[in-house]
């Protein structure tokens, strides 16, 4: 092509196709980060934000936070709102599993190129691009042809002889074991080939994070597996679905949402899976032990799986992870193995005062985008002594930014009590320093709102445990919330019942808490989140991140005791916690 500049990658799935170059040098999380109807990029803190994917050639370094991102593309793909192409500078296996089921289930795909970062860093200011394969055109101006990707066929390929089979493996690609399993033999093989594992490994359990309603595509992908007879070979647990499965009637959902994603849970259920419908399940006495090899889905799960548990699992994309469960086997890739799980980046952190639960998920919010793809390792919470709540909300915070699926804490979590054990010998580390200053600047992001009303108060993104429970009735107690602020909790169905055994409900309901089980803050809108609502207040990081995109209000983050305040008044305080307030200048209000 003449005047073109040429750059060559490697092809993660084969294709043509040619658009308007739309470039981010930030990670996109598909879920929560681009609306699944109409392809409009909805997360408000991306460079993005606002613009349409469809037919343009998206071009950004990886994917980034939520596993269900390949659900959100594989649902563009069918509903034709999907980029024309995919320009990825490291290879994202989410974003690359939502094209090859599409590819797979309903026969259309777009092509998927990986050109590394120097080059990535050339199609900054470029206006076209083409994707041909392993090609990528850089062009001035829209070509004067009308080449579209349909004219290229779907791409085959035989199963690369450089993976190691047994003979249960041969069984399922030949059939033997029913046409579920075979199909999904050939995506974890697919995946394989892509990642370069050398072979696959067993997996002892499975938490399934495709049973999230994106559309109509993602039920389809269900329900062709129960016709086809799918069963899962390992215990596989259920994430939070869309609705309270068995409440979302009383709720006040409407029905074009509430009966396909009720819908999409049974459909799982019906291939074996535990109704558990809960996004921590971690929680549950299911959980996995140290060293243990399995296949968890939902990004916070997975974060705290690796870092926490200590067990081995990949950041898996929705469709592999029950690919994964109905085979039982996985690539034997990433962190599976022990020296993937080394830190790659050191974090080093300011001194810090009195520290109240809403550092925790902030910190991981801002760590998480230091540390993009990379493995970070935490210094300077040796003697702070954070508890399970405090990691599962780094973790979620830290997954939301983040593409890694592990961190290590220093002197706190099991690989890394010992620092120098999650540490290659006479390696030098990149080191980043965090100054109070960052963590204010992350804090404001956080903080959207600039109304001090509170409407409604969100609790539990992720599930609510037993300890918050506990910690929420303290804060209850002998209290009842604001006439016309709403305060909900989300949670698991068996977290609850532990909860209303230890005698914490009654107190929490006293209050005027509303809960809800089986769907989580992710997956909630209206009615549940009044319509006249403008503005929210939350103690997730992850939540203050998405609700802005997701439901359309502003957020006001802070503590767990600060949001049960706010909803006794009504108003945030907007003050900022006693640990950060020396970041701000003298001169300053110690306000937001």
């Known amino acids: 092509m003449p005047g073109a500049t040429v750059l060559n990658g490697r092809s993660l799935v084969p294709g ?3 658009g308007e170059l739309l470039f981010a040098d930030v990670g996109l999380s598909f879920w929560g980060g681009v609306d699944s109807r109409s392809g409009e990029v909805i997360d408000r803190h991306h460079s993005l934000s606002g613009e349409y994917l469809a037919g343009r050639v998206l071009a950004i370094p990886s994917g980034r936070g939520s596993c269900t991102g390949s659900s ?202 535990q109704l558990s419908f809960t996004c921590a399940p971690y929680l549950l006495d299911s959980a996995p032990k140290a060293g243990e090899q399995i296949v968890w889905a939902e990004s916070n799960a997975v974060v705290y799986a690796n870092s926490v548990l200590g067990a081995r699992t990949l950041k898996y994309p929705d469709y592999l ?51 993009g793809t990379r493995i970070p390792l935490v210094l300077g919470l040796e003697q702070r002594g954070p508890d399970t709540d405090d990691l599962k909300a780094f973790g979620a915070a830290f997954a939301t930014t983040s593409a890694a699926p592990l961190f290590h804490i220093a002197g706190v979590t099991p690989e890394a009590l010992d620092p120098t054990r999650v540490r290659e010998p006479n390696a030098e580390l990149p080191v980043e320093k965090i100054a109070l200053q960052d963590l204010l600047r992350s804090w404001r992001e956080l903080n959207s709102a600039r109304d001090p009303r ?9 599930h609510f445990s037993l300890g918050e429970f506990a910690h929420l009735a303290r804060l209850c107690r002998g209290r009842r919330k604001h006439a016309g602020t709403v305060l909900a909790v989300t949670c698991g169905r068996a977290v609850l019942e532990q909860a209303r055994a230890a005698g914490h409900i009654a107190d929490i309901e006293a209050f005027g808490v509303t809960l809800v089980t089986d769907t989580c803050w992710c997956m909630l809108g209206e009615p549940v989140i009044p319509p006249a609502a403008t503005t929210l207040m939350t103690n997730s990081g992850k939540y203050a991140h998405y609700a802005p995109g997701l439901v359309g209000r502003t957020v006001h983050f802070a503590s767990l005791a600060e949001c049960v305040e706010a909803a006794c008044t009504g108003t945030a305080s907007e003050r900022l916690p006693t640990w950060l307030q020396p970041a701000l200048p003298m001169e300053s209000p110690a306000h937001v």
């Open 454 to 462: 509170v409407d409604i108060v969100s609790l539990g993104n992720p």
């Open 321 to 371: 992870d029950i690919c994964i469960a109905l085979t039982g086997r996985a690539p034997l890739i990433g962190c599976h193995l022990d020296a993937q799980r080394k830190a790659q980046l050191l974090i080093e952190l300011p001194p810090l005062g009195e520290l109240d639960d809403a550092f925790y998920p902030l910190l991981g919010y801002h760590i998480g985008a230091l540390a």
């Open 16 to 18: 043509r196709a040619q």
């Open 72 to 273: 959100v593309l594989m649902e563009l793909i069918s509903n034709g709102h999907a980029p024309a192409a995919l320009v990825l500078a490291e290879a994202d296996e989410i974003l690359t599993l939502g094209v090859l089921v599409a590819q797979t289930i309903f026969e259309r795909s777009l092509p998927v190129l990986c050109i590394g970062r120097e080059a990535f860093a050339a199609l900054r200011g470029v206006a076209f691009a083409r994707v041909d394969n392993d090609g990528l055109w850089l062009l001035d101006q829209a070509p004067a042809d009308t080449w579209q990707a349909a004219d290229a066929p779907l791409p085959t390929r035989e199963t690369s002889q450089r993976i190691e089979l047994t003979g249960f493996d041969h069984e399922l690609i030949e059939g033997q074991h029913g046409k579920a399993a075979q199909m999904a033999m050939q995506i974890v093989l697919r995946m394989a080939e892509i990642q370069g594992a050398p072979r696959l490994v067993d997996v002892t359990q499975a938490h399934i994070d495709g049973c999230i309603y994106t559309g109509p595509a993602s039920l389809r992908f269900a329900e062709q597996l129960v016709q086809w007879g799918a069963k899962v070979r390992v215990p596989t647990t259920l994430n939070s679905i869309s609705v309270d499965q068995r409440r979302w009637r009383e709720l006040g959902v409407d029905p074009a949402l509430g009966n396909p994603a009720s819908a999409l849970g049974d459909a799982y259920m019906a291939m074996g899976a």
